[in-house]
């Protein structure tokens, strides 16, 4: 019980607003006008003016492509016409948004902290996923032939078929009950797009043992939401969802050096430490949103938080046991594997709309055959499993 | 095989010299021993500065490894499939290179490799290919 100091901050600050914008193929749309759109929606989806925002914390931007000028908080700042008393960017992808909107929050020194992703990354062509035209090598690794996060993930996920039993076999499961979650959302890029076991079984590997179903989506677009006080939240015009925990980590270690890749990895201290602050246990979870840049990332994610031991993920994720009308609902608007990639933001804003109520055709609940959410787990990772948030949110 | 050439950096001068002769050489830690990998002015177990150079035997496992069906840049489509691995030496370090070898699915991790090395322009570039004790 290292973390129960954590516990004052237990329900104190909330998630009030939501910004979606146009997302999937959206061609014609600089990344900063995603960022503009995204900001502005969240804004005013909490009842708010852009005064009251004093603290603005975008995600990572990779370079900008073409002639686009880059995305720097700044110039999002100057564009939202806001200007922040703490302004900040992430590079490199530490998931620290959360935890350092709450800390700011604590300390006084913001009221409304605005945090965003936006990117063209679709129509622009970026490159991490699709075969592509890649930019001329940087460092060692492009000498062998290791061209980023698709080859990395799946070093991670061959070590783990090797020490614990995993594979296809188990990452199909996960793939196909995302898709019929994707199926109930419109805005998700795989919406009407069914995928069966043997759809899967039959695409070809990308890198081995990773196929394209295994990886999340390229999108244009932007997500963003709003955190301040439970107090002031509930003047506002949103039902109220609280953070009713919140815990990081960084292993750090980069893939090729790294032997946490197949477990415990960042998820097991980070989840302890939420856990610990919102004082409940995995009994309590209603639904996951959990951070899935791949397949196995949702697997290895799920098995660290202990919802069942290394290897036994294939029972876990069988017969729809994650699916809609499952008994624990996973990645409920598609996911960053079917619906669109907004790095965390993705999986974190659909627990809010879920909690909410505003969740549409995927809404949990008796129509869907679910409980109606209460309490949500949300994870979000990033670099090669080298940082991991875990963000328990709940209705009040 | 080889379309890149090695980008040697301050820290990683000395390692790119040494495979001109061929020799697989690492920083070793005067104080506690640890051999590192990436090269770095300090030990990260123990934060000496005191070190001395090994010289691999350039014998290890496989620790993982990837089969790339696609090429992510032009230059390696001609090399298709080719395995990305992560090689555990004896003396410690997990390095990055390429196993070779005309049938990847005989690969698996924890299966012994040694060195080869593959001439391109100046450099030596190290390579690992399976083989039984
Ligand atoms: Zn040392």
Same mark, same amino acid.
């Given at each position: 019980m290292?973390?129960?100091?954590?516990?004052?901050?237990?329900d &104190?600050?909330?998630?009030?607003g939501?910004?979606y914008?146009?997302?999937?193929?959206?061609?014609?749309?600089s990344?900063?006008?995603?960022?503009?759109?995204?900001?502005?929606?969240?804004?005013?989806?909490?009842?708010?003016?852009?005064?009251?925002?004093?603290?603005?914390?975008?995600y990572?931007?990779?370079?900008?492509?073409?002639?686009?000028?880059?995305?720097?908080?700044?110039?999002v700042?100057?564009?939202?016409?806001?200007?922040?008393?703490v302004?900040?960017?992430?590079?490199?992808?530490?998931?620290?948004?959360?935890?350092?909107?709450v800390?700011?929050?604590?300390?006084?020194f913001?009221?409304?902290?605005?945090?965003?992703?936006?990117?063209?990354?679709?129509?622009?062509?970026r490159?991490?996923?699709?075969?592509?035209?890649?930019?001329?090598?940087?460092?060692?690794n492009?000498?062998?032939g *290791?061209?980023?996060?698709?080859?990395?993930?799946?070093?991670?996920?061959?070590?783990?078929?090797?020490?614990? *039993?995993?594979?296809?076999?188990t990452?199909?499961?996960?793939?196909?009950?995302?898709?019929?979650?994707?199926?109930?959302?419109?805005?998700?890029?795989?919406?009407?797009?069914?995928?069966t076991?043997?759809d899967?079984?039959?695409?070809?590997?990308?890198?081995?043992?990773?196929? &394209?179903?295994?990886?999340?989506?390229?999108?244009?677009?932007g997500?963003?939401?709003?955190?301040?006080?439970?107090?002031?939240?509930?003047?506002?015009?949103?039902?109220?969802?609280?953070?009713?925990?919140? #815990?990081?980590?960084?292993p750090?270690?980069?893939?090729?050096?790294?032997?946490?890749?197949?477990?415990?990895t960042?998820? &097991?201290?980070?989840?302890?430490?939420?856990?610990?602050?919102?004082?409940?246990?995995?009994?309590?979870?209603?639904a996951? *949103?959990?951070?899935?840049?791949?397949?196995?990332?949702?697997?290895?994610?799920?098995?660290?938080?202990?919802?069942?031991?290394?290897?036994?993920?294939?029972?876990?994720?069988?017969?729809?046991?994650?699916?809609?009308?499952?008994?624990?609902?996973?990645?409920?608007?598609?996911?960053?594997l079917?619906?669109a990639?907004f790095?965390?933001?993705?999986?974190?804003?659909?627990?809010?709309?879920?909690?909410?109520?505003?969740?549409? &055709?995927?809404?949990?609940?008796?129509?869907?055959?679910?409980?109606?959410?209460e309490?949500?787990?949300?994870?979000?990772? #990033?670099?090669?499993?080298?940082?991991?948030?875990?963000?328990?949110?709940?209705?009040? | 095989?080889?379309?890149?050439?090695?980008?040697?950096?301050?820290?990683?001068?000395?390692?790119?010299?040494?495979?001109?002769?061929?020799?697989l050489?690492?920083?070793?830690?005067? +104080?506690?021993?640890?051999?590192?990998?990436?090269?770095?002015?300090?030990?990260?177990?123990?934060?000496?500065?005191?070190?001395?150079?090994?010289?691999s035997?350039?014998?290890?496992?496989?620790?993982?490894?990837?089969?790339?069906?696609?090429?992510?840049?032009?230059?390696?489509?001609?090399?298709?499939?080719?395995?990305?691995?992560?090689?555990?030496?004896?003396?410690?370090?997990?390095?990055?290179?390429?196993?070779?070898?005309? +049938?990847?699915?005989?690969?698996?991790?924890?299966?012994?490799?040694k060195?080869?090395w593959?001439?391109?322009e100046?450099? +030596?570039?190290?390579?690992?290919?399976p083989?039984?004790?």
């Amino acid at each position: 019980m290292k973390y129960t100091h954590l516990k004052k901050l237990r329900d &104190k600050y909330a998630i009030v607003g939501v910004g979606y914008t146009p997302q999937g193929k959206v061609p014609g749309r600089s990344a900063l006008s995603f960022y503009v759109e995204a900001g502005i929606n969240a804004i005013k989806d909490a009842g708010l003016k852009k005064e009251d925002i004093d603290g603005l914390i975008c995600y990572r931007q990779f370079p900008a492509i073409s002639n686009e000028p880059e995305a720097t908080p700044y110039l999002v700042a100057q564009l939202l016409g806001i200007e922040p008393t703490v302004l900040s960017q992430e590079s490199y992808c530490p998931r620290h948004h959360f935890v350092q909107a709450v800390s700011l929050l604590e300390a006084g020194f913001c009221n409304y902290v605005l945090i965003i992703y936006a990117d063209n990354a679709l129509s622009g062509r970026r490159m991490f996923i699709e075969e592509a035209t890649h930019p001329e090598p940087k460092n060692d690794n492009y000498m062998y032939g *290791e061209f980023g996060f698709v080859g990395d993930y799946a070093l991670a996920a061959r070590r783990a078929m090797f020490e614990f *039993e995993t594979g296809p076999n188990t990452w199909k499961e996960i793939a196909v009950s995302q898709r019929k979650w994707a199926n109930l959302n419109p805005n998700a890029t795989m919406y009407n797009k069914p995928l069966t076991y043997e759809d899967y079984l039959n695409s070809e590997y990308l890198i081995e043992p990773f196929r &394209k179903l295994d990886a999340s989506l390229i999108s244009d677009g932007g997500r963003a939401c709003i955190v301040t006080s439970v107090e002031r939240a509930k003047d506002l015009k949103n039902p109220v969802v609280s953070i009713m925990g919140i #815990g990081e980590a960084n292993p750090s270690i980069d893939i090729h050096q790294a032997t946490y890749i197949t477990g415990p990895t960042g998820a &097991k201290k980070a989840s302890q430490m939420a856990f610990e602050m919102a004082d409940i246990t995995l009994n309590d979870i209603d639904a996951c *949103e959990i951070y899935d840049c791949f397949t196995y990332t949702v697997e290895i994610t799920m098995q660290d938080y202990g919802f069942f031991k290394p290897g036994e993920g294939k029972d876990f994720f069988k017969d729809g046991f994650t699916a809609p009308g499952g008994k624990l609902p996973v990645n409920t608007s598609g996911g960053l594997l079917s619906e669109a990639y907004f790095m965390g933001l993705t999986p974190i804003t659909e627990a809010v709309m879920q909690l909410m109520g505003r969740a549409e &055709k995927r809404q949990l609940g008796v129509a869907i055959g679910n409980k109606k959410p209460e309490i949500i787990l949300c994870s979000d990772n #990033g670099g090669v499993l080298q940082t991991h948030a875990t963000i328990i949110l709940r209705r009040l | 095989m080889n379309t890149f050439l090695p980008t040697p950096t301050a820290d990683t001068k000395f390692f790119w010299e040494a495979t001109q002769n061929k020799e697989l050489k690492f920083q070793k830690c005067r +104080n506690c021993g640890h051999v590192r990998w990436p090269a770095s002015i300090a030990c990260p177990e123990c934060h000496s500065f005191d070190f001395e150079y090994v010289i691999s035997k350039g014998i290890g496992k496989i620790y993982s490894f990837v089969v790339y069906n696609v090429a992510f840049h032009e230059a390696f489509k001609q090399n298709l499939p080719y395995v990305v691995a992560i090689i555990e030496l004896e003396e410690g370090p997990h390095i990055l290179s390429n196993v070779i070898t005309n +049938n990847p699915a005989e690969l698996r991790c924890e299966m012994p490799v040694k060195i080869i090395w593959e001439s391109y322009e100046n450099y +030596n570039i190290p390579k690992f290919k399976p083989f039984e004790n």
